[in-house]
């Protein structure tokens, strides 16, 4: 216990004991025990990719078990999608009553809800548990027994989704309504910018705002998808333009004519200089 421990009450464990829960349901739940009881705290707010890292799970299936919880009344998020989850600890509000059953009618007579199994039987199989599953936890697709390839997912985390809302205020300025966009896919493209390409987040953030005030990028950088393939073109452009400003700064008396550039999105040192 000297590495830490969950602190959960006994009724919500008998109370989880009993529930006909299926077998992703109880792994979600255990992961937002984990991450809110875990932490001594009541709710927080846990990204499909977290529940998939812990659990195993595609994030599909973790999205899909997570709302089924979520309209079951066993999990509560008030608000969006991106809202914090909590367990529900008022346990009899929790509604199984849509629950579907897996097996034929002849196999389950009656509810078995709230009751103990019968001569150490337990349940019949849940969702999640089926031979087909199984076989496809052991052979994913895309592995060598398998024809057909899966797709990549698309997904970024906390940092990505704030760069998408940062990129969608800078260039919806001139817009009369905020710019179309997924914000799955370009919170995707933030997160290879930062792990594929390794640049950082103050360097996406300055670009995005220098292409957005630029006469001709603003028209044009759009996207995260545009800005990281124009990336090394966009910073030579940058880097060029905060150099002759410099030197502008640093040579007295001179005047070039042109309107001094925007500096406040670049990155201050301590030793006073600036830096991209």
Partial sequence: M??????????????????????REARVIRVVERM?????????????SVISQMTGMSEGKCSE??????????????GGGRS???????????????QKARVTPKSITK????????????????????PKDIKDNLEPKGSKNTSKKSAPKKWGE?????????????????LES????????????FRLMRQRDNRTVEQIRYLIGWAAKHEFWSGVVLCPEKLRRKWDQLAKQAKAQHQ??????????????????DTSNLVAKGDGTYEF
């Avoid at 078990?65 to 008030?78: A, E, Q």
């Avoid at 509810?111 to 089926?130: A, F, R």
């Fill in 158 to 174: 906390e940092i990505d989704h704030k760069l998408v809302n940062e990129m969608v205020v800078a260039v919806s300025a001139d």
């Fill in 244 to 261: 002759q400003r410099t030197v502008s700064r640093q040579t007295p008396g001179r005047h070039s004519g042109l309107q001094e550039p």
């Fill in 84 to 98: 914090p989850v909590r367990i529900n600890k008022d346990i009899d509000n929790w509604d199984f009553s849509a």
């Fill in 2 to 23: 000297e590495d830490g421990y969950t602190r959960t009450a006994n009724a919500l464990v008998e109370a989880f004991a009993r529930a006909p829960l299926t077998s």
């Fill in 111 to 130: 509810s078995t809800w709230g009751k103990s199994p019968q001569n150490g039987v337990s349940n019949p199989p849940q969702d999640g548990d089926t």
């Fill in 36 to 48: 809110t009881y875990g932490w001594n705290k009541p709710a927080d707010w846990i990204a499909a």
């Fill in 65 to 78: 078990t997570l709302n089924g919880l979520i309209r079951k009344r066993v999990l509560l998020r008030d």
């Fill in 178 to 189: 905020p710019v179309k966009h997924n914000p799955t896919t370009w919170a995707n493209e």
